[in-house]
């Protein structure tokens, strides 16, 4: 674990997109961290992958700062750290492995509005709102079994619980400006578990220094 | 190693190399007890937990346990038979590589199913991912004190990983784009290659490679 005095920088442009999970997590470990929007493209050959989220670990004996990327490995190190994801391999995969279904509905959004014909677009709309209604359903039937608390698992705020905050927040907000339709498309299926998700993981006292761009994601679902 | 003798596992996916491979090497690796199944398709879809394949059972003392999603079951099985180191930072800079390929992955079907004008953008983008990534393989290379490893001197996660991603790309994806194996080998620098026919050659493989061919027949003098 690092020590209590890590401090980090998190560099991502000023949107919500595939930095919000972070941002909570790094808000909920009760670290000290601080945001950078790099200029763009001009940083990007200082990007270790090109790309961003990046993550920097401030060093603090003069060797050479820790730098990660991709978002679900940053969010990984930043869970794993300060014990959001369980140290039990087989309790952690469980809750990994949906993070993993989130990355391809969210690939499958980006695809979908980059189609050009009426055909591909409707083929890939089908294959997105597919993956949604089996990510959903798999969310919900671990929300009851954990006795529809508005936790995935256990009684604590987990990696699990706040990376799937970190999707609707861009399905129902984030995204909007990609795709006007998308917010109406999926809150129609929301189930009354991952409304009771979001609202456990927004009023959680971990999150609530966390201020969100997007605004509450309760109220956006309430509109 | 954290599993008992007495476990078995089952990996179900299609009878393809796909995205299925670093599995099959990470088991094979680890010397475990595994077989494979290929389910019915798409009979068996609504007894997969994500309706998706792969799925990884776990099967000792009685119990079963289920696992799904290609890279959460490579972490796992990589962490379990001790092939991810267990200091956090040195993780993260194994598992950020195998998120990149993953990215290479989704780059490949994205310029593959394009068309019109963003057929060309999608090219471009496939390309530019692409280079930058075997330039980011060869820089942590060219940091390893083996050659023949990315990270320390022992097969790793991110070896299994890495050379998982190229078998794909070279052996596998032509049966969606027959030139792939050729634009991805003109990319690849003589040390990668060096590093990927290491790897085939560990002794811990040994036995994938009584199912498969090799890769060291495709590169020739002319690719060094």
């Given at each position: 674990m690092s020590p209590s005095n890590a401090s980090y920088t998190l560099r991502y442009f000023d949107a919500i997109g595939l930095a919000?999970?972070?941002?909570?997590?790094?808000?909920?470990?009760?670290?000290?961290?601080?945001?950078?929007?790099?200029?763009?493209?001009?940083?990007?050959?200082?990007?270790?992958?090109?790309?961003?989220?990046?993550?920097?670990?401030?060093?603090?004996?003069?060797?050479?700062?820790?730098?990660?990327?991709?978002?679900?490995?940053?969010?990984?190190?930043?869970?794993?750290?300060?014990?959001?994801?369980?140290?039990?391999?087989?309790?952690?995969?469980?809750?990994?492995?949906?993070?993993?279904?989130?990355?391809?509905?969210?690939?499958?959004?980006?695809?979908?509005?980059?189609?050009?014909?009426?055909?591909?677009?409707?083929?890939?709309?089908?294959?997105?709102?597919?993956?949604?209604?089996?990510?959903?359903?798999?969310?919900?039937?671990?929300l009851k079994d954990n006795g529809n608390t508005g936790r995935l698992f256990g009684d604590k705020l987990s990696y699990a619980d706040i990376i799937t905050y970190g999707l609707y927040i861009n399905l129902l907000v984030g995204f909007v400006k990609f795709n006007a339709d998308i917010a109406d498309n999926v809150k129609s299926k929301l189930t009354p578990e991952i409304v009771k998700l979001i609202s456990t993981v927004e009023t959680d006292p971990l999150v609530e220094k966390h201020k969100s761009r997007g605004g509450s994601l309760v109220a956006a679902i309430s509109a | 190693m954290l599993s008992g003798s007495d476990t078995v596992y089952v990996l179900r996916y299609f009878d393809v190399i796909g995205r299925a491979e670093g599995c099959r090497l990470l088991l094979t690796a680890a010397n475990a007890s595994w077989t494979e199944e290929h389910p019915e398709w798409p009979a068996e879809k609504a007894n997969q937990p994500f309706e998706r394949l792969p799925v990884l059972v776990e099967r000792s003392n009685g119990n079963e346990w289920i696992l799904c999603e290609s890279l959460t079951i490579e972490r796992y099985l990589a962490r379990v038979f001790g092939f991810m180191p267990t200091d956090l930072k040195q993780a993260a800079l194994q598992e950020q590589m195998a998120d990149q390929q993953a990215d290479l992955l989704s780059a490949f079907f994205g310029q593959l199913t394009a068309t019109g004008d963003?057929?060309?953008?999608?090219?471009?983008?496939?390309?530019?991912?692409?280079?930058?990534?075997?330039?980011?393989?060869?820089?942590?290379?060219?940091?390893?004190?083996?050659?023949?490893?990315?990270?320390?001197?022992?097969?790793?996660?991110?070896?299994?990983?890495?050379?998982?991603?190229?078998?794909?790309?070279?052996?596998?994806?032509?049966?969606?784009?027959?030139?792939?194996?050729?634009i991805v080998k003109s990319k690849l620098t003589p040390e990668i290659i060096n590093l990927i026919l290491s790897i085939e050659k560990e002794p811990q493989l040994a036995p994938h490679f009584s199912k498969c061919d090799t890769m060291a027949a495709i590169f020739t003098a002319k690719d060094f």
């Open positions: 919000e999970s972070s941002r909570i997590l790094l808000t909920a470990a009760g670290v000290e961290w601080t945001e950078e929007h790099p200029e763009w493209p001009q940083e990007k050959p200082n990007q270790p992958h090109g790309r961003m989220p990046v993550l920097v670990e401030k060093s603090t004996d003069g060797s050479p700062d820790f730098v990660i990327c991709e978002s679900s490995n940053v969010e990984r190190y930043i869970a794993r750290t300060y014990g959001f994801l369980p140290a039990d391999l087989k309790q952690a995969a469980l809750q990994e492995q949906l993070r993993d279904l989130i990355s391809d509905v969210i690939s499958l959004f980006f695809t979908q509005i980059q189609c050009k014909g009426e055909e591909d677009k409707a083929e890939f709309q089908t294959k997105f709102d597919g993956l949604l209604e089996t990510l959903i359903n798999v969310q919900t039937k671990l | 963003m057929k060309s953008k999608q090219i471009d983008e496939f390309n530019t991912l692409f280079d930058r990534m075997v330039k980011e393989h060869g820089r942590i290379l060219s940091r390893s004190s083996s050659k023949q490893h990315l990270f320390g001197d022992q097969l790793s996660y991110a070896d299994i990983s890495l050379y998982a991603f190229y078998k794909l790309f070279i052996v596998y994806l032509k049966c969606y784009q027959s030139d792939i194996a050729e």
